[in-house]
T-cell receptor, first 114, second 113 residues
Framework: DSGVTQTPKHLITATGQRVTLRCSPRSGDLSVYWYQQSLDQGLQFLIQYYNGEERAKGNILERFSAQQFPDLHSELNLSSLELGDSALYFC?????????????FGPGTRLTVL | SQQGEEDPQALSIQEGENATMNCSYKTSINNLQWYRQNSGRGLVHLILIRSNEREKHSGRLRVTLDTSKKSSSLLITASRAADTASYFCATDAEETSGSRLTFGEGTQLTVNP
């Protein structure tokens, strides 16, 4: 158990819908990262937040958005869902926002878009 | 796009044998990390090696890093059936104000009892 929690574990929804994925970082960690894992794209970095502020952005679609709240939990919002958005979405956390800390991953949310 | 490339893509060995997986990357890095993923589940951190380190050990794991060749290897000694999983290398390059991990495509390791 990494200490990073994600809810829900599974999500099944229809095209065009909007969903929210939630992540709570390890106790003491200030930085949260979101990654998407799909069969065709592999593991892709989406976005990073540190203490409520966006710090790095990857291949995140405009239909997707994220935020980190004062209690440090983070939410990833996916809207106008398409079949290709079906994937495993992982959240990771670390103490520092910079490239010197281990990132600990949560168990993931499996999103299925029908 | 994936920076890292793992080699081989799949590896099947017998319990007790050693397993070696290789990773190559393209740009300068700060750290390289190895993760394990059991089928469809979360990523488990195995080991982090910094760019100024050449070798690191953790239990049955041995990681090497050659920054001149932009490559790393993960050796699992005395493998067990429970080691069956996908193994990913991830490079971490520092950005202006944050960081990200760039993953390879992974090696699927099967350890047969």
């Amino acid at each position: 158990d990494s200490g990073v929690t994600q809810t829900p574990k599974h999500l099944i929804t229809a095209t065009g819908q909007r969903v929210t994925l939630r992540c709570s970082p390890r106790s003491g960690d200030l930085s949260v990262y979101w990654y998407q894992q799909s069969l065709d794209q592999g593991l892709q970095f989406l976005i990073q937040y540190y203490n409520g502020e966006e710090r790095a952005k990857g291949n995140i679609l405009e239909r997707f958005s994220a935020q980190q709240f004062p209690d440090l939990h983070s939410e990833l919002n996916l809207s106008s869902l398409e079949l290709g958005d079906s994937a495993l979405y992982f959240c990771a956390s670390s103490f520092s926002p910079r490239a010197r800390d281990t990132q600990y991953f949560g168990p993931g949310t499996r999103l299925t878009v029908l | 796009s994936q920076q890292g490339e793992e080699d081989p893509q799949a590896l099947s060995i017998q319990e007790g044998e050693n397993a070696t997986m290789n990773c190559s990357y393209k740009t300068s890095i700060n750290n390289l990390q190895w993760y394990r993923q059991n089928s469809g589940r979360g990523l488990v951190h195995l080991i982090l090696i910094r760019s100024n380190e050449r070798e690191k050990h953790s239990g049955r794991l041995r990681v090497t890093l050659d920054t001149s060749k932009k490559s790393s290897s993960l050796l699992i000694t005395a493998s067990r059936a429970a080691d069956t999983a996908s193994y990913f290398c991830a490079t971490d390059a520092e950005e202006t104000s944050g960081s990200r991990l760039t993953f390879g495509e992974g090696t699927q390791l099967t350890v047969n009892p």
